[in-house]
């Protein structure tokens, strides 16, 4: 059935929307980004959301409708579901009919959504196409209390909702309220900070340019440009954002953070606010916390059998210190939490120092650095000492200070976590002689270090195993492996609907180092990087690049992927 089925942009060419240059432009086009042909198009400005939605309907033989035009809207039943799904799928219920639910749904191939609702509703689907644009305005209408508007099929919606764009552009010469609970730019911002969350985004990017404001998505450690909004509502966004994050709107020559809390399909979402003076205005963005982020499970992250049998044994060990390194947004942060998740026990007192407090957990005594009021990391180290911990987590050691009290607490019988910037495990050995701690004091306190990296993974309904010409020789010859070792076992990433790149989701790929004596022998005496790792080496710690071959083997991962995100040491 799959394979019979008409191309999108074969049926765009053949009813005249495009023409088949356009159609085969978009389609090259789409394969070396992450967006779909019909978002290219739309982006291009060659077709609108409505066409798109009735090309859908007819690559997939179902109907197509327009949930605002009365005959239609009379069938919508919103109560037939729960109003939680319909909000956060963007779906209209029409009732059931012949055991089957009839569903209005934009994205006919999201197969994760559809069966997800399967699961939830336990009910076969019967589904018709509208666009998102239009189903919005439905929901919008109903909310309001007003009549479904038909929306103007030769508008672009290249927006996320060009309804709000619409009241912006008729409203920007007047002076926007930014406050307004129900002003244009507050359901702006709203709704970028809400799609960023259902759309898996890490963190929403918004850029002033010289003509335009940009706005990208951060999704699995790759962004995505998701629009570009005109260069009139730059002030209005910016201020809406600041205020939101609780920061003086007024002062646009300094950086400054703050923090927003906003519910989104029924949980609360906390973003981390940045803005930072640019060149055509300040730059904003929003790193989003999700509460479950961090209680993924230890063996969701990504571990090898063997890492993880000494990652465990390592995190119950009474004393010592045990660093995790890497790059920001390399994981660090989910690693360490996700170990004090299994340590959280009543029996053990857990205290952490963090500059910020990025995410809450019950039973442990987080605190936040605050510089402003003497309240920095050595003052809360040395409050910690004196409540009895038996766990001490500290968000990151940045100088000698903060080094050689987290050094003392681990030789006084405390368990200590923390986190340093450095591109591989023995790294960190020599990172902390260098901020002034004593070789002796490292060499004797360390009980373990870890590298990691993030890599994407491949969405599985689409992967496909690689021939030679998908395959480039770089890539394998950096893991490790031959082209006839290659054939058969590796895999390529093939865009889906519901994965645009072959990608859905992230796992760690880690390094695991265990000090010996060998290691405290080296470290006592300041032997360089190279030494460190050879013997690192030589006593069984596995490279990043080793752990991620094995991931490509396992078909979690490709080459180029494990390419991007690690790096080799040269002798």
Same mark, same amino acid.
């Given at each position: 059935?799959?394979?019979?089925?008409?191309?999108?942009?074969?049926?765009?060419?053949?009813?005249? *929307?495009?023409?088949?240059?356009?159609?085969?432009?978009?389609?090259?086009?789409?394969?070396?980004?992450?967006?779909?042909?019909?978002?290219? =198009?739309?982006?291009?400005?060659?077709?609108?959301?409505?066409?798109?939605?009735?090309?859908?309907?007819?690559?997939?033989?179902?109907?197509?409708?327009?949930?605002?035009?009365?005959?239609?809207?009379?069938?919508?039943?919103?109560?037939?579901?729960?109003?939680?799904?319909?909000?956060?799928?963007?779906?209209?219920?029409?009732?059931?009919?012949?055991?089957?639910?009839?569903?209005? *749904?934009?994205?006919?191939?999201?197969? %994760?959504?559809?069966?997800?609702?399967?699961?939830? =509703?336990?009910?076969?689907?019967?589904?018709?196409?509208?666009?998102?644009?239009?189903?919005?305005?439905?929901?919008?209408?109903?909310?309001?209390?007003?009549?479904?508007?038909?929306?103007?099929?030769? &508008?672009?919606?290249?927006?996320?909702?060009?309804?709000?764009?619409?009241?912006?552009?008729?409203?920007?010469? !007047?002076?926007?309220?930014?406050?307004?609970?129900?002003?244009?730019?507050?359901?702006?911002?709203?709704?970028?900070?809400?799609?960023?969350?259902?759309?898996?985004?890490?963190?929403?990017?918004?850029?002033?340019?010289?003509?335009?404001?940009? &706005?990208?998505?951060?999704?699995?450690?790759?962004?995505?440009?998701?629009?570009?909004?005109?260069?009139?509502?730059?002030?209005?966004?910016?201020?809406?954002?600041?205020?939101?994050?609780?920061?003086?709107?007024?002062?646009?020559?300094?950086?400054?953070?703050?923090?927003?809390?906003?519910?989104v399909d029924e949980v609360l979402i906390d973003y981390r606010v940045s803005a930072c003076p640019a060149y055509h205005g300040e730059s904003v963005v929003a790193r989003i916390l999700r509460p479950d982020a961090v209680r993924i499970g230890l063996?969701? &992250?990504?571990?090898?059998?063997?890492?993880?049998?000494?990652?465990?044994?390592?995190?119950?060990?009474?004393?010592?210190?045990?660093?995790?390194?890497?790059?920001?947004?390399?994981?660090?942060?989910?690693?360490?939490?996700?170990?004090?998740?299994?340590?959280?026990?009543?029996?053990?007192?857990?205290?952490?120092?963090?500059?910020?407090?990025?995410?809450?957990?019950?039973?442990?005594?987080?605190?936040?650095?605050?510089?402003?009021?003497?309240?920095?990391?050595?003052?809360?180290?040395?409050?910690?000492?004196?409540?009895?911990?038996?766990?001490?987590?500290?968000?990151?050691?940045?100088?000698?200070?903060?080094? %050689?009290?987290?050094?003392?607490?681990?030789?006084?019988?405390?368990?200590?976590?923390?986190?340093?910037?450095?591109?591989?495990?023995?790294?960190?050995?020599?990172? =902390?002689?260098?901020?002034?701690?004593?070789?002796?004091?490292?060499?004797?306190?360390?009980?373990?270090?870890?590298?990691?990296?993030?890599?994407?993974?491949?969405?599985?309904?689409?992967?496909?195993?690689? %021939?030679?010409?998908?395959?480039?020789?770089?890539?394998?010859?950096?893991?490790?492996?031959?082209?006839?070792?290659?054939?058969?076992?590796?895999?390529?990433?093939?865009?889906?609907?519901?994965?645009?790149?072959?990608?859905?989701?992230?796992?760690?790929?880690?390094?695991?180092?265990?000090?010996?004596?060998?290691?405290?022998?080296?470290?006592?005496?300041?032997?360089?990087?190279?030494?460190?790792?050879?013997?690192?080496?030589?006593?069984?710690?596995?490279?990043?690049?080793?752990?991620?071959?094995?991931?490509?083997? !396992?078909?979690?991962?490709?080459?180029?992927?494990?390419?991007?995100?690690?790096?080799?040491?040269?002798?």
């Amino acid at each position: 059935m799959a394979r019979s089925r008409k191309k999108l942009g074969e049926i765009l060419a053949g009813s005249g *929307v495009v023409s088949a240059d356009d159609a085969n432009q978009a389609a090259k086009a789409s394969k070396k980004s992450s967006k779909r042909i019909g978002e290219m =198009l739309i982006e291009q400005g060659k077709i609108n959301e409505e066409q798109l939605a009735q090309a859908l309907a007819q690559q997939f033989g179902f109907d197509y409708v327009d949930p605002n035009k009365g005959d239609i809207s009379g069938q919508v039943d919103l109560s037939a579901i729960d109003s939680q799904l319909i909000r956060k799928y963007l779906v209209l219920p029409m009732g059931e009919e012949n055991g089957k639910l009839r569903l209005i *749904v934009h994205d006919p191939m999201n197969l %994760e959504l559809l069966d997800n609702l399967r699961f939830r =509703l336990n009910k076969e689907l019967d589904l018709r196409i509208a666009s998102r644009g239009a189903i919005r305005r439905f929901l919008e209408a109903k909310e309001s209390g007003t009549a479904p508007v038909q929306a103007d099929a030769s &508008l672009v919606t290249q927006s996320i909702d060009r309804t709000i764009d619409r009241s912006v552009d008729r409203s920007m010469d !007047k002076s926007i309220d930014v406050a307004g609970e129900d002003s244009p730019v507050v359901r702006l911002v709203n709704r970028i900070l809400s799609e960023a969350v259902r759309v898996r985004a890490s963190d929403v990017h918004i850029e002033p340019m010289a003509d335009r404001v940009r &706005l990208r998505y951060r999704i699995d450690g790759v962004c995505i440009e998701r629009d570009n909004l005109p260069k009139r509502m730059q002030n209005a966004v910016l201020s809406r954002m600041k205020l939101m994050a609780g920061v003086n709107i007024a002062e646009k020559r300094i950086p400054q953070d703050g923090r927003i809390k906003l519910s989104v399909d029924e949980v609360l979402i906390d973003y981390r606010v940045s803005a930072c003076p640019a060149y055509h205005g300040e730059s904003v963005v929003a790193r989003i916390l999700r509460p479950d982020a961090v209680r993924i499970g230890l063996e969701n &992250l990504g571990f090898e059998s063997d890492n993880l049998e000494i990652f465990n044994r390592i995190i119950r060990r009474p004393n010592g210190i045990f660093l995790v390194t890497g790059p920001t947004g390399s994981g660090k942060t989910t690693t360490l939490y996700s170990a004090l998740d299994v340590l959280n026990r009543p029996d053990r007192k857990i205290i952490t120092a963090e500059d910020p407090v990025e995410y809450n957990f019950e039973g442990i005594n987080q605190c936040q650095v605050r510089e402003g009021i003497g309240l920095t990391f050595p003052a809360i180290l040395r409050s910690m000492l004196r409540q009895a911990p038996n766990i001490i987590l500290v968000g990151e050691i940045r100088d000698r200070e903060v080094g %050689e009290i987290a050094i003392q607490a681990a030789l006084t019988g405390h368990l200590v976590f923390s986190t340093l910037h450095t591109n591989d495990a023995p790294s960190a050995i020599t990172r =902390l002689i260098d901020m002034g701690i004593k070789p002796f004091l490292v060499a004797s306190s360390i009980q373990a270090i870890m590298a990691q990296r993030l890599i994407r993974v491949l969405y599985d309904p689409s992967k496909q195993l690689a %021939e030679e010409k998908d395959l480039d020789p770089k890539h394998l010859a950096l893991i490790g492996m031959k082209m006839g070792d290659a054939l058969g076992k590796v895999y390529k990433a093939m865009p889906h609907e519901a994965a645009p790149g072959g990608y859905k989701g992230r796992k760690a790929i880690f390094e695991m180092l265990q000090m010996n004596s060998e290691m405290r022998e080296l470290a006592f005496k300041v032997a360089p990087v190279a030494k460190l790792r050879k013997a690192a080496l030589s006593s069984g710690m596995r490279p990043l690049v080793e752990d991620g071959k094995l991931k490509v083997l !396992k078909g979690m991962t490709t080459p180029e992927e494990i390419a991007r995100v690690s790096q080799v040491a040269e002798d």
